[in-house]
């Protein structure tokens, strides 16, 4: 692996960071991609440390246009073989569809459905003359049921779960792994503690670690695995909203903040 590079994308916080960590145990050069600059600098300096590998990092918006074939380049003008892609950056907003600001509804599309897809394309090509590759594309157990209140964000999550299907179909023959992670309720600086009592959601199975998330998630891609959602809880919940009639959410979100003026 000593010539080989993963890059992740999200990789300064939270599941993205929990990868780098285990794919850098694993001896994989490291390229580390989010919009935190010096978070990035301070990660270069130790995981290159702790793990004995090559690490370098990119700053950038990863919900502009450019940024999928900027990071591509960059990749080719270093001479770095991606083997392993990580799909991971994200970010959601509650709210209604229609009350959405769109510069962040924009945002969000762009970096879950259009940077995803052309990160998958750009190197999945690369992987594909080499015939080896890995590529694990982060969606949601919200890709399984509709809800009001996450439009953006449920609906940005089913294409992800969708195209890394169609994917792992097209790559299959060439010998390129391709998994979705699909993560529930996970303890990262997306909830606000003082909102989210992360350590009871957690002790109750409600919310698991970034660390968990991430584990699961290696261990299926390495395994050929189409998918995982990761937690037992997890699971569970997710069986129970799949099974929840459209007709009983739209009474229970007349009760909820974000549709209380709605008749």
């Given amino acids: 692996m000593k010539h080989s590079y993963a890059l992740i994308t999200g990789a300064s916080s939270g599941i993205g960071l929990e990868i780098s960590k285990i794919l850098g145990a694993k001896g994989y050069n ?12 301070e990660l270069v300096a130790e995981f290159s440390e ?14 502009k246009e450019e940024a999928p074939k900027e990071i591509f380049d960059f990749c080719v003008d270093q001479q770095l073989e991606v083997e392993v892609l990580i799909n991971n950056a994200g970010f959601f907003f509650f709210g209604e569809a229609v009350e ?4 962040l509804a924009i945002d969000l599309v762009n970096l879950h459905v259009r940077t995803t897809s052309l990160m998958c394309t ?3 090509k690369q992987m594909k003359q080499r015939k080896k590759g890995y590529i694990l ?3 949601s157990i919200s890709a399984y049921k509709d809800f009001p209140g996450i439009s953006y964000y449920g609906s940005s999550k089913a294409y992800i779960k969708s195209f890394t299907r169609s994917v792992r179909t097209e790559l299959k023959r060439y010998g390129i792994h391709v998994t979705c992670l699909l993560p529930g309720a996970t303890a990262t600086n997306l909830y606000d503690p003082t909102i989210v009592n992360i350590p009871k ?9 970034a660390d968990k998330v991430a584990r699961s998630g290696i261990r299926a891609l390495f395994r050929n695995r189409s998918k995982v959602v990761p937690g037992f809880m997890t699971n569970l919940m ?3 909203a799949r099974a929840t009639p459209h007709w009983l959410i739209y009474l229970i979100s007349k009760r909820v903040k974000y549709f209380d003026n709605q008749d």
């Fill in 137 to 139: 594309n982060t969606s």
């Fill in 30 to 41: 490291l390229i580390l991609v989010s919009n935190q600059g010096e978070v990035l600098n």
């Fill in 122 to 124: 750009f190197f999945g």
């Fill in 100 to 103: 959405a600001d769109p510069k």
């Fill in 238 to 240: 997710n069986g129970f």
């Fill in 50 to 63: 702790a793990f004995k590998v090559k690490v370098c990092s990119i700053d950038i918006d990863l919900s």
């Fill in 201 to 209: 959601a957690k002790k109750w199975g409600i919310m698991i670690g």
